[in-house]
């Protein structure tokens, strides 16, 4: 390019000495010397853009950034001792200085971990490296494979790295392990794992003094001593890395999995847990799972909803209250005191309509099926998880690692620290200050009531803003929804901005409470913050629906004798359903609330992280490649930190909870959650492939402590759809009028609902202008079954009311015994752990214990003298590893 240009160049200085064209060839030189100017600058400078220190050899395993400020010198004084530890320790450094930087600001120390340092932490972190290449085929051939090649990848994004028996690494044998070229062999991920666990260790206090507070790059980021600590991602994820050494994972990782273009395509969950580790892979094989198993419950619930609009005609009790001469003449009473009229039951015509689309025969189909669904759906997910624990090599992890997991404000506090030896005080881990079970469940009650309180005032303040003027309201709003509805839609919408504001207080408080236990492991911290936060979320989410599902217009008493909230003081009756039932303002409260996290969600988790980083990258933007170095760009990218995996999960588990407790009343539910899952898995892959900085890779051999979660929604669904089917929904009084009580289901409308005479109504449950609405009628109907006025039993319930309550408590045994005993049935039936996987562990057992003797066997005459009785021949040597390996199968 250089060359050419050049000579173009000279060919215009001719042409203007021939042909004098003045001002433009002027301008055009000016252009092409400039061009010149950057190509010279480029072959006189290094490419910035590197994952290397200047050598071009050392890798940068991890970053940190600071600046100069007011309290510098202290700060100063901090890093240095900071640093001349982690040089100790036998890290390497090198620091560009703020001048490099394009804000002339940001320091940039970068840290290399050279061999020894990798196998000493390697060895002591248990972790485990490949000994021999493994002959096990990645996978079958299946029938008409064919048909899912377009959903396939490419063979070398599904399996970016050969697969290999491993063993934890031991820094004594390293004849033992493929060790072919010493600075490839730990991968990126292992290596920031590595030099993170001694960052998050290594004190900052000087030589003779003992400190436990100062210690941990954590700390020296709370505090301001450090802005930011990062690995470096590989490249920049719309090219590859110009340098052959870098793998350019990210780059393959946008390409084939983060583009919204991808999404029928298949995860490439080996390049994911290859860069970020496997605990993010873990969440994304989790969400892909639960994504391809939602398609299964969005095709049944579009069939079930599909039957409520096919049977719209035979609806007869909705053309009973449609029709002018029979749901025209009957007179309602006020559902309300004082604001609330007389009404007339064909006002509801349109929300009954709705209400069939979800409460009909499918409706109790659809709940069994979805209690059977989730069985399914847990089980598999052990046998997809135990498969990966194998290929992940996580098979034995937990039991090896837990005291490797140590947490360091743990650490800090009760164990006495050294960066490779450490001795745990016992008599400091007994009452590590955590606070008592008591007090945390006291704290897990709080939002309870507070919850309740907001509920109640959303509900009652929207009825108020509708109904305020009954006498016109209620007939314009009639036309295109019922009043019962629009209060249901309003009191939804504003529950949902209550329960955003309330989150952001509730998640403090579980993270507070959870820091102020300080549990050792951070497996024990994240399952302890889960179960709080989990519970925060379950009242802040599902209270509302709760309420609407099995109180509201459940206690309301009768006219003349309501039932208050607070007593009769308070004049807060209780709220009642509308005659068409409280499934569809049960279904209002659900999609309103569900839909609206999900959007809110996408919202947050896509355009937040584009505009900071928009904004915090705008001086860097149009720099060249090499002049704007790997560091600075990953340096305004945003922060993934601990606990952002942690709420990935939460939106998960809280949309299970919607589509799994309350799918009987909103049969489309897990279609809803189907669509935004699928747009959830590329939105995640985007913001971790573009917005955010790599992650420190950590290990996690299942999804923790949500699976327990998962496994209580799954029961409590159960009984949760069977009581909505039995108490919120028609469908039970219905039947039992069918086949007890009329010929057919004309009439029931009229037998569902009682009489009163308005007479006796109290002056203050009357309405204020009541006159306009009496037409001479002298009752009014209310949906209960009691005895009318004039009978000796009169207004206590009758025998039909008693029959229905049987039909429902029977419904419910019935029902939940049902699908309990097909869910065990299925739990039982499908083992958690594949057949094929427990022989793939067995052998890959049976081949270590053989490598281990036969090295033990090679490296034992070395040391010792050659006349010595205790040396074997090399058949007795092959002989004495066939028995020892007899005895390792024997014992398996």
């Given amino acids: 390019r250089f060359i050419r240009l050049y000579f173009v160049y000279k060919g215009i200085s001719y042409f203007q000495k021939t042909e004098e064209m003045g001002y433009l060839i002027e301008k055009l030189k000016s252009v092409i010397l400039s061009l010149l100017f950057v190509l010279q600058t480029d072959k006189l400078q290094p490419n910035r853009d590197t994952v290397f220190f200047r050598d071009g050899v050392r890798r940068i395993d991890f970053v940190l950034s600071y600046v100069d400020d007011k309290d510098g010198e202290k700060k100063q004084e901090r890093r240095r001792e900071f640093e001349a530890n982690l040089e100790k320790a036998g890290l390497e450094l090198e620091t560009d200085d703020k001048s490099d930087s394009k804000d002339q600001k940001t320091y940039f120390l970068k840290i ?7 196998a000493t932490y390697a060895d002591i972190l248990k972790i485990k490296v490949p000994f021999k290449e493994s002959d096990i085929p990645h996978g079958q051939d299946v029938p008409l494979e064919w048909l899912s090649r377009p959903f396939r990848l490419p063979e070398h994004i599904m399996h970016p790295a050969a697969d290999y028996f491993t063993y934890p690494f031991d820094k004594t044998k390293t004849n033992f392990f493929l060790i072919n070229n010493k600075d490839t062999f730990f991968p990126p991920s292992t290596r920031n794992r590595i030099v993170f666990y001694i960052l998050a260790r290594c004190p900052y206090y000087k030589e003779g003094r003992i400190d436990k507070d100062k210690t941990g790059i954590k700390r020296l980021l709370s505090n301001g001593t450090y802005t930011s600590a990062f690995p470096l991602h590989d490249c920049r994820y719309w090219k590859r890395a110009r340098n052959a050494e870098c793998e350019s994972e990210r780059y393959n990782l946008y390409r084939h999995w983060a583009r919204f273009l991808c999404f029928y395509k298949e995860q490439p969950l080996n390049l994911i847990r290859k860069y970020y580790g496997e605990k993010i892979g873990i969440y994304f094989a989790w969400l892909g799972f639960y994504t391809e198993m939602l398609f299964f419950a969005a095709v049944m619930g579009v069939i079930c909803f599909t039957y409520g609009v096919l049977s719209y005609d035979d609806n007869i009790s909705s053309k009973e209250i449609c029709d002018a001469s029979i749901g025209g003449s009957i007179l309602m009473c006020p559902l309300c005191d004082k604001k609330c009229p007389f009404w007339r039951l064909n006002s509801t015509c349109l929300s009954s309509w709705q209400s069939h689309l979800f409460d009909n025969e499918g409706t109790v189909f659809f709940a069994i099926f979805m209690g059977i669904w989730v069985t399914l759906f847990l089980e598999f997910w052990k046998r997809r998880q135990a498969r990966l624990e194998y290929e992940w090599d996580l098979v034995d992890f937990e039991e090896e690692q837990q005291q490797l997991q140590i947490r360091p404000e743990f650490e800090i506090r009760y164990i006495d620290l050294d960066p490779v030896e450490k001795t745990i005080n016992d008599t400091d ?13 006291v704290c897990s009650l709080l939002p309870l009531s507070g919850h309740l309180i907001h509920g109640e005032l959303a509900v009652y303040a929207a009825f108020a803003s509708i109904i305020k003027d009954p006498m016109r309201k209620i007939q314009v709003v009639g036309r295109f929804i019922t009043p019962q509805l629009a209060t249901s839609v309003t009191a939804s919408c504003i529950n949902f901005v209550i329960i955003m504001i309330l989150n952001f207080f509730y998640e403090r408080v579980a993270v507070w409470i959870t820091d102020m236990e300080i549990p050792k492991t951070h497996l ?19 209270s509302s629906c709760f309420y609407v599902a099995f109180f509201k217009g459940k206690f309301v008493g009768y006219p003349g004798h309501y039932t208050y909230m607070f007593g009769k003081q308070s004049k ?6 509308d005659p068409g039932g409280c499934l569809i303002e049960l279904t209002t409260q659900l999609v309103i609330v569900m839909a609206g996290k999900q959007l809110w969600g996408n919202i947050q988790e896509a355009l937040l992280p584009l505009m900071r980083n928009w904004w915090s990258s705008r001086k860097g933007r149009h720099n060249p490649e090499n002049h704007y170095s790997r560091w600075e760009q990953d340096h305004v990218l945003q922060n993934f930190g601990q606990l952002g995996l942690f709420y990935e999960y939460l939106e998960m588990v809280v949309q299970f909870g919607f589509i799994t407790l309350f799918v009987a009343s909103f049969p489309l539910a897990p279609l809803l959650a189907l669509c935004n899952n699928i747009l959830e898995i590329r939105v995640d892959a985007w913001k971790f492939t573009t917005q955010f900085r790599r992650p420190v890779a950590s290990k996690a051999r299942n999804i923790g402590a949500w699976q327990e979660i998962l496994n209580a929604v799954a029961i409590l669904s159960v009984v949760t759809n069977a009581f909505i089917m039995a108490f919120t929904s028609d469908m039970i009084p219905r039947m039992v009028y069918l086949y007890a009580y009329g010929n057919g289901m004309r009439g029931y409308v009229n037998n569902s609902l009682s009489i009163y005479n308005i007479s006796r109504i109290p002056e203050s449950n009357m309405p204020e202008d009541h006159d306009y609405w009496f037409d001479n009628s002298t009752t009014c109907r209310y949906r209960d079954y009691r005895y009318p006025p004039g009978h000796e039993k009169e207004y206590f319930h009758t025998m039909q009311f008693w029959h229905i309550l049987a039909a429902k408590m029977a419904f419910i045994i019935i029902m939940e015994h049902v699908v309990f005993v097909v869910k065990f049935f299925v739990a039982w039936l499908i083992p958690d752990i594949p057949s094929d996987v427990k022989a793939r562990i067995k052998r890959e057992r049976y081949l270590i214990q053989g490598e281990l003797l036969y090295l033990q066997l090679v490296t034992i005459p070395r040391v010792m003298p050659s006349n010595s009785p205790f040396i074997m021949t090399e058949n007795e040597s092959s002989l004495y ?7 390792v199968v024997l014992n398996m």
Avoid: S
Avoid at 524 to 542: A, D, G, S
Avoid at 572 to 577: I, S, T
């Fill in 112 to 118: 290399h971990a050279p061999w020894d340092v990798l």
């Fill in 881 to 887: 590893v066939l028995i020892e390996l007899k005895i």
């Fill in 572 to 577: 807060l009756r209780n709220e009642e359903c």
């Fill in 524 to 542: 024990e911290y994240e399952n302890r913050l889960t179960m709080k936060m989990f519970l925060f979320q379950f009242v802040n989410y599902y």
């Fill in 429 to 441: 881990l007994l009452g590590n200050g955590a606070v008592p079970p008591c007090h945390q469940q």
